[in-house]
């Protein structure tokens, strides 16, 4: 059986992608964290995708400790 390099990289970036909420979230133990991270520094796809998930976060986080604009009273 031949190991194919593009689809062993392809499992991998999935793998890291179903655990990125998490990362971020720093829900992940330090093993499985750093996996993310590793995977994040050689990937330009995923370390893309890490960044825009993260501003996402972060934009929602802002968003939902902002008070209500409009008062109800
Ligand atoms: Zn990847």
Known sequence: MTVNPVAVHRAHCRHVRELMSEYLD?????????????????CTNCRRMLRNLR??????????????PTDPG
């Open 26 to 42: 720093g829900e992940l133990d330090s093993k499985t964290a750093a996996t993310v991270r590793r995977h994040a520094r050689f």
């Open 55 to 68: 501003l996402t976060i972060s934009a929602l986080r802002a968003l939902a400790e902002q008070p209500t």
